[in-house]
């Protein structure tokens, strides 16, 4: 137990802390600049914990800040074991991390394991020659052509997952930019110097990893190279050395899969926590323009059970593209169409964008994804700046427009940064709609029913019953398909969701007789709706309002 | 006891489900349970493939079958309580199925349906027969697509047919549909056909349609109201016409009931028929029609025995609906030879007309001028068939046309009738 700022907050005991996390995913850079150098740091970080305390969440996932050339945002890792010199040193790093702690707020941190920045030490010492002792870490070829049943990620930049090095002249492996060279797990060598990296970090006191692009640590001829057993025997490995080393620990998988493919990753709990939910998170958008269940059910109809410690992450946006990947032609063709008409918003496989715009910014649609994702089976995790709806700038280039600085308030650089505006590490969004003067903390922080009131209300209502993070889920099927209903349920406590995925009023009779005698007790007005009794229980609900219920017998 | 609402609270319970929809495709039923599973599984298969992003809806209006038919419709539905889902439908496509009220008769089914329409806010809505069992997906998008895609506000059907099928159509209905509303519209009483949903809300809410419902003949009011309040009309290509076997043909009298009572009937209620505007072309989608000349075999013999001895027996009725000169002529020609017999266009026509105007006035009971007409209709086929019988298609359509410039070229003959100015 730690004091700290005149409370004592202490970080749960519980080894399955993250079924109750919130997760908030913060770039360093982007959210607080304390040195004036027009990039955020870990000090600014640590100063805006109290925002974040204050908001609800309880967990941090921070994006990469480790030493990197920053030609991917920090997933091009150029050093393992340190911070980037722009976020700060190594010792503001341990100050923040204290700071969180004190707060109850865990920290996870990404570990990028496929690959490295062809700048990493390593990757310059493996290409430098041939009989380099480092030349086996990474996965050379004399020939462009093997592996040839794999995807390309990255459509719109790569053409090969195969690069040319005119060096030591062979071909390197990459599953994502060229200048990110895949690492070698075939090697022991490399497996253990990764397990020392985790090491490293969790010896500092992070509280779990995001292990990013898992599914391609290892290839093999004649497969897709994606989700290969060999793979999962080394994730696996890496889990049973977390376990009995750090206790309470976490691992989530970043794998872009089908919910079939991604069982596995759980495989019997002895391989991840959790692991987001990709397919999800476009249904959800799919279903609401569509004011249609079916997308949403489906796919969790599809999704396989998981462990009792497992537990899926989800998520509306975050700082890549809205991927549409785990979507049939016909789906991408109509999310395409309905969220990212302008071509520039396209970006891979997927839309660049954040939640408020692709919501038309309106505040209803806001509100109930948002009821949705808080709702639905797993752990949440809100992008920052999502909160207070900010928006995004399609004219950065890759994704760089949903990564702009975060807007505290109406003052300089929208009080992120003191430098000069032109120095900052990304232009502020300065449009009349999105921009720093018209979204900001600052002035939402003044009103009741701003969106960062009504977030904070929906965390500590979602706080308020462990339902929504471990309880079992059992879809209602009205006959009105524009109503998604479900009942989650844990130990004695039932809570009703329903949810209105139409822009018009709906009236929606549900079948509740397995709960007759039970009062519905509204969760966010605490008001008493009436009792269950055999007859269908109608409710009816204005455009994209959404109820929970707590179930009560009286 | 009250009057039992064609829209029961079971079927209002159902739209209530279904909520605001994009199309909607309606069928009538009564006992179809022999057709209509393949029938709905084939609109399902058209409205996902050519309109996986509407909302869309299957309407059953149903006369109350005693067989599976309903059932059949709602497994037709797709949703999530399926155990397999649909990878290729995008949304859920809801296929309801509820009993109207009043009893089975088609215009209350399409009553039901114009309805549904209206209270759904559908923008098209299509209605398909529930013995169309040749039905493809196609159908659904050629039906539909002039209405979203293209304005229109009615599209009938054209089909390829015999060259000797849908003789009343060809011999009556048609022509004289064109010429007292002056559109060509080839399938004035459509089995299947599309609606926009301005059409629906303006027929839906038309004073005396529900009673027109209670008729025979409300597809061929909803045609004549459309070209009668100036919506847009257009026609498609849907291909060849068959119907299920289980269903007897059409008794004569039964047809003429159907297809010519309403149309006569029309003329009190919709005057703009006096307008004397030459006729438009409607434009066809997908194609022009073509007529099949496979040998068939017809008792001809038996059509010119009918005429005859109908002549003979019906003279004194004939004698109160038709004119002297008409009568006459037809007694001469039931006098003729079979090989000699002709009954010619401009004597069909004015026939035809001169029975207009009786039923009218009522002269004798509605119902029996419609079955006077049998025997004479039965005389026009005859000389159809046998004009017809080694003509190619071409042929065949010149004959129709110069039929139908005869219906139009003796209007003015009828509105003589119809003012006792002969």
Not at chain 2, 212 to 224: F, N, P, R, S, W
Request: aromatic share 12%.
């Amino acid at each position: 137990m730690l004091f700290a700022f005149g409370v004592f907050v202490s970080l749960s005991q519980d080894l399955q802390w993250y079924k109750d996390a919130l997760i908030y995913q913060v770039h360093v850079r982007s959210f607080q600049d304390s040195s004036g150098d027009g990039i955020g740091d870990f000090r600014g970080l640590a100063q805006k914990l109290d925002y974040l305390h204050d908001l609800g969440i309880n967990t941090l996932w921070l994006m990469p800040f480790f030493p990197s050339p920053l030609r991917d945002d920090g997933y091009d890792i150029s050093d393992y074991r340190s911070v980037h010199p722009s976020y700060g040193t190594l010792d503001d790093f341990k100050g923040f991390l204290e700071a969180a702690h004190a707060r109850g707020i865990r920290v996870i941190i990404e570990m990028v394991l496929n690959h490295t920045s062809d700048q990493h030490a390593w990757f310059q010492q493996s290409r430098s020659s041939r009989d380099n002792p480092r030349r086996d870490w990474y996965v050379w070829s004399d020939t462009d052509t093997r592996y040839q049943g794999t995807r390309i990620i990255f459509l719109d930049t790569e053409l090969s997952n195969w690069a040319w090095d005119p060096v030591s002249k062979q071909y390197y492996w990459h599953r994502f930019f060229s200048h990110q060279p895949d690492l070698n797990y075939d090697n022991p060598e490399v497996r253990e110097e990764m397990w020392e990296v985790m090491r490293f970090w969790l010896r500092l006191g992070v509280d779990g990893f995001r292990l990013d692009a898992v599914p391609y640590l290892i290839e093999r001829e004649g497969t897709n190279c994606e989700n290969l057993p060999e793979t999962h025997a080394l994730l696996k490995e890496y889990r049973a050395r977390l376990d009995r080393e750090f206790p309470g620990k976490m691992f989530l998988a970043e794998a872009n899969q089908w919910p079939e493919d991604l069982g596995p990753y759980f495989s019997a709990g002895d391989e991840f926590h959790m692991a987001f939910h990709f397919p999800l998170m476009p249904r959800m958008f799919m279903g609401l323009k569509l004011e249609d269940r079916k997308p949403i059910t489906e796919i969790l109809q599809r999704t396989p059970e998981i462990p009792q410690t497992c537990q899926w992450c989800l998520f509306l946006r975050n700082h890549d593209e809205l991927t549409l990947e785990m979507v049939t032609d016909m789906e991408r063709d109509y999310m395409y169409d309905e969220y990212a008409r302008d071509r520039s918003m396209r970006l891979n496989l997927g839309i660049r964008r954040r939640l408020a715009p692709l919501l038309d910014n309106d505040r209803r649609r806001i509100e109930l994804m948002n009821g949705l994702l808080m709702s639905l089976p797993g752990t949440p995790i809100i992008y920052y700046g999502d909160e207070i709806g900010m928006g995004d700038n399609v004219n950065l280039g890759d994704r760089n427009g949903v990564r702009t600085p975060m807007q505290w308030d109406g003052g300089w650089n929208g009080g992120f940064s003191l430098a000069d505006p032109e120095k900052l590490y990304s232009p502020l969004m300065l449009n009349p709609v999105y921009g720093y003067q018209a979204v900001n903390v600052a002035s939402q922080k003044r009103f009741e029913h701003s969106l960062l009131s009504w977030m904070k209300r929906l965390l500590a209502v979602r706080k308020s019953s462990a339902v929504f993070g471990r309880g079992s889920i059992e879809f209602l099927y009205p006959a009105n398909h524009r109503v998604l209903a479900y009942v989650r349920k844990w130990g004695k406590e039932t809570i009703l969701a329903v949810n209105n995925l139409s822009s018009s009023a709906q009236a929606v009779e549900l079948d509740l007789r397995a709960y007759k005698g039970n009062i519905l007790i509204e969760m966010f007005g605490r008001n008493i709706f009436p009792r269950i009794g055999d007859l269908p229980y109608l409710l009816t609900m204005g455009p994209y309002q959404f109820y929970w219920f707590r179930l009560r017998k009286v | 006891m009250p009057e039992e609402s064609i829209l029961t609270d079971d079927f209002l319970h159902e739209l209530m489900s279904v909520g605001e929809v994009d199309l909607l495709v309606g069928v009538p039923t009564y006992n179809d349970a022999a057709s209509i599973g393949q029938i709905v599984q084939a609109i399902r298969a058209g409205l996902v493939k050519y309109f996986p992003r509407q909302r869309a809806v299957i309407v059953n209006a149903d006369g109350g079958s005693q067989d599976q038919t309903q059932e059949l419709v709602r497994a037709a539905s797709i949703n999530d309580l399926q155990q397999a889902p649909s990878p290729h439908a995008l949304r859920t496509l809801h296929s309801i199925s509820a009993r109207y009220g009043g009893g089975p008769a088609s215009g209350r089914g399409l009553y039901a349906i114009l309805a549904a329409a209206d209270l759904l806010h559908s923008s098209a809505c299509a209605v398909i027969s529930a013995d169309s069992t040749n039905i493809e997906p196609e159908w659904i998008a050629h039906l539909l697509q002039p209405v979203c895609r293209d304005g229109f506000d009615l599209v009938t059907p054209v089909y390829h047919r015999h060259k000797f099928d849908g003789l009343l159509l060809r011999n009556l209905v048609y022509p004289m549909t064109r010429a007292l509303y002056a559109r060509q519209v080839r399938e004035p009483y459509p089995s299947e056909f599309a609606f926009s949903g301005r059409l629906a809300t303006q027929i839906f809410g038309q004073e005396g349609w529900a009673e027109e419902a209670e008729q025979d003949g409300a597809k061929l009011y909803l045609t004549i109201s459309a070209i009668t309040s100036g919506f847009k009309l257009a026609q498609a290509l849907l291909g060849n016409k068959t119907r299920a076997q289980s269903n007897p043909p059409a008794d004569v009298v039964d047809a003429l009931r159907e297809g010519v009572g309403p149309l006569f009937l029309s003329l009190d209620h919709y005057p703009a028929w006096r307008s004397n505007a030459p006729s438009e072309p409607v434009p066809i989608f997908g194609g022009r029609p073509e007529l099949t000349l496979d040998p068939l075999r017809i008792n001809r013999k038996r059509l010119y025995d009918l005429f005859r001895s109908g002549v003979e027996e019906l003279a004194p009725l004939l004698n109160s609906i038709v004119s002297r000169s008409t009568l006459r002529e037809l007694q001469q020609l039931a006098s003729r030879e079979e090989q000699d017999f002709c009954y010619c266009d401009e004597l069909w026509v004015r026939t035809i007309y001169e029975f207009a105007a009786s039923y009218h006035r009522a002269v004798i009971n509605r119902d029996h001028i419609i079955q006077a007409l049998a025997p004479l209709y039965r005389g026009r086929a005859y000389t159809f068939l046998l004009e017809n019988r080694d003509s190619q298609g071409e042929e065949v359509e010149r004959n129709v046309e110069a039929l139908c410039l005869t219906f139009e070229k003796f209007k003015p003959y009828l509105e003589d009738l119809w003012d006792g100015r002969r």
